[in-house]
C-alpha cells in the first residue's frame, strides 16, 4: 500500500482564493515533508514538519500535521497562477532510509 | 544552493540499447536516489545508495543497475531498454536520510 496519499488528486480555483490539500500515511513517522513539481520539471521542497510539530507556516504556505489521525495539509492562502502544480506530500518510509511519495494533487490556479 | 543535475533531459532510445543517467550534486550528501515517475503513479523509488560504493534496491530495481564510484555521482543504467521504461526519470539527494531531498530537473525518456 501506499504511504503518504494526496486528496485531492485534482483541484481547480480562481486566483485569490485559498488551496487546500490534505495528505494520509499509514504508520508512524518522525516527519513529514511537501514538495511541488511544476510541469515536467523536478520537485522542490516547500516544507517539513516533524511529528512534534502541529503547525508550521512559510510565506502562504500553512502545514498541518494531526499525527493521532495520521494526516496533513496544505494550505495555500491568495493563490496565484504561479502556484499551478503538482504538489506532493512524503513521508520516512518505516525502518529504512527513504522517502515515500503520494501520486499528487494538480492545483490549477485560473488567472 | 544544493545543486542537483542529471545528464539530460530528454533522450530518445531504441529498445535493446544500454542507457546510461547520470546524476551529480555539489552538496556532498551521502544519499542518493534514483525514482522513475509515471502518470497516476507517482514516484517510484528504482535505487538508493547511502555511500560511495553502496547501493540499496527500491520498489522497482528490475531492469536496472546503478553504480556510485564517487560521493557526487550516482548513475542509472539500462542494462537493455524496454519501451516500458519510457518514463520521466528522477534523481535525488539528501545530506541525512529521510531530510530533505533535492531534486534534479528530471530526465524524460522516450525507448522506442
Known amino acids: 500500500s501506499q504511504q503518504g496519499e494526496e486528496d485531492p488528486q485534482a483541484l481547480s480555483i480562481q486566483e485569490g482564493e485559498n488551496a487546500t490539500m490534505n495528505c494520509s500515511y499509514k504508520?508512524?513517522?518522525?516527519?513529514l515533508q511537501w514538495y511541488r513539481q511544476n510541469s515536467g520539471r523536478g520537485l522542490v521542497h516547500l516544507i517539513l514538519?516533524?511529528?512534534?510539530?502541529r503547525e508550521k507556516h512559510s510565506g502562504r504556505l500553512r502545514v498541518t500535521l494531526d499525527t493521532s489521525k495520521k494526516s496533513s495539509s496544505l494550505l495555500i492562502t491568495a493563490s496565484r497562477a504561479a502556484d499551478t502544480a503538482s504538489y506532493f506530500c512524503?513521508?520516512?518510509?518505516?525502518?529504512?532510509?527513504?522517502?515515500?511519495f503520494g501520486a499528487g494533487t494538480r492545483l490549477t490556479v485560473k488567472p | 544552493d544544493v545543486k542537483v543535475t542529471q545528464s539530460s533531459r530528454y533522450l530518445v532510445k531504441r529498445t535493446g540499447e544500454k542507457v546510461f543517467l547520470e546524476c551529480v550534486q555539489d552538496?556532498?550528501?551521502?544519499?542518493m536516489f534514483w525514482y522513475r515517475q509515471d502518470p497516476g503513479l507517482g514516484l517510484r523509488l528504482i535505487y538508493f545508495?547511502?555511500?560511495?560504493?553502496?547501493?540499496e534496491k527500491g520498489d522497482i530495481p528490475e531492469g536496472y543497475s546503478v553504480s556510485r564510484e564517487k560521493k557526487e555521482r550516482f548513475s542509472l543504467i539500462l542494462e537493455s531498454a524496454s519501451t516500458n521504461q519510457t518514463s520521466m526519470y528522477l534523481c535525488?539527494?539528501?545530506?541525512?536520510?529521510?531530510?530533505?531531498?533535492?531534486f534534479g530537473p528530471g530526465t524524460r525518456l522516450l525507448v522506442l
Open positions: 535525488a539527494s539528501t545530506g541525512t536520510a529521510q531530510e530533505t531531498q533535492y
Open positions: 504508520t508512524s513517522i518522525n516527519n
Open positions: 514538519i516533524r511529528s512534534n510539530e
Open positions: 512524503a513521508t520516512p518510509r518505516y525502518n529504512n532510509n527513504d522517502m515515500r
Open positions: 552538496m556532498d550528501h551521502e544519499n
Open positions: 545508495s547511502y555511500d560511495v560504493k553502496m547501493k
